[in-house]
């Protein structure tokens, strides 16, 4: 499935639209939070982090409508998927503030206790399945954390491998992509940023479309 997801993702490459609007957007608000929150010391800047880290995961939702279309043989257009998304739009965003508050929290809570990052970690494996929950069956905020939850302690191990996959991905790829750019302007280094994350969350759209639909 991993592998399979590579020259499908080539071959339908306006799969990135979302991801890639988004990612603009995440620019916007860096840049943003950059001139209203350096003044007062940074002081709300993780406000726009959060805001941009909803915006990419509905974008990933669009891109989960799209990837399954793909998986189903049919021409899988950005444009079917968008129109879809958009009468879906109310569960998607709900999702995707549920997730971000939930790993957030975890993450306040886990720092209490000095396991910030096991309890974020186990929150997301539990939550994985959310915005597929959210944008391709349907399901409101509630319920699509309920069926990732469900899903996630049906199979462990197959959730286990896509929560590595997303973590690889979202993280250590642009980790070791960025000295590569390392050295340009800030504002381009943010924007090569940025349409790097976009492309990787396209990839990701397939497998976790494919693997929804199978654990659903």
Not at 81 to 101: L, Q, S, V
């Given at each position: 499935m991993y592998l399979r997801s590579f020259p499908l993702l080539f071959r339908h490459l306006s799969i990135v639209t979302a991801p890639l609007l988004a990612a603009v957007v995440a620019v916007l608000l860096d840049q943003l939070s950059a001139f209203t929150t350096d003044p007062v010391g940074g002081v709300g800047s993780g406000i726009y982090a959060w805001i941009a880290q909803v915006v990419y995961l509905m974008?990933?939702?669009?891109?989960?409508?799209?990837?399954?279309?793909?998986?189903?043989?049919?021409?899988?257009?950005?444009?079917?998927?968008?129109?879809?998304?958009?009468?879906?739009?109310?569960?998607?965003?709900?999702?995707?503030?549920?997730?971000?508050?939930?790993?957030?929290?975890?993450?306040?809570?886990?720092?209490f206790v000095h396991l910030s990052i096991l309890l974020v970690l186990v929150v997301a494996f539990l939550l994985i399945y959310t915005m597929p929950a959210a944008a391709i069956g349907g399901a409101p905020a509630g319920f699509a954390i309920q069926a990732s939850y469900r899903a996630a302690i049906a199979h462990p191990w197959a959730t286990a491998l896509l929560a590595i996959a997303y973590v690889v991905c979202t993280t250590f790829v642009p980790m070791l992509l960025s000295p590569l750019y390392a050295g340009l302007p800030d504002i381009v280094v943010k924007l090569i940023g940025a349409a790097v994350t976009a492309l990787l969350l396209a990839y990701l759209a397939f497998p976790f479309a494919k693997q929804y639909q199978d654990v659903a």
């Open positions: 974008a990933f939702g669009v891109a989960t409508i799209q990837a399954r279309d793909v998986w189903r043989g049919y021409k899988g257009t950005f444009d079917d998927a968008w129109g879809e998304a958009k009468h879906k739009i109310g569960t998607i965003a709900m999702g995707a503030i549920g997730f971000t508050f939930l790993v957030s929290f975890a993450g306040t809570l886990g720092a």
